[in-house]
């Protein structure tokens, strides 16, 4: 019981939340949810995919880091994107 909670917990990375909102997405426009199912997969569906346009953003600024003008040796930078 205490490893399910652990792994609630753990955060969804970008593509289980990306694939998550495709899931909700397909649904919607397949199904016949009921007005209840559609607010909730709706809210689901927003807060997924505010998550995923934080990591794109925070993936983005990482690779900005990367792309240093007028320096001809490649070094390697630790990238944080899920969860910061």
Known sequence: M???RKEAAKEASFEESL???EAIVEQMETG?????DLMENYSRGIRL???CMKALERAEKAMDLLVK???EETEA???AIEGE
């Not at 016949?32 to 209840?36: D, F, N, R, V, Y």
């Open 32 to 36: 016949e949810p009921s007005l209840a």
């Open 69 to 71: 003008e007028g320096k």
């Open 19 to 21: 694939a998550e909102l």
């Open 49 to 51: 995919s505010q998550k």
């Open 2 to 4: 205490m490893a399910a």
């Open 77 to 79: 930078l630790e990238l």
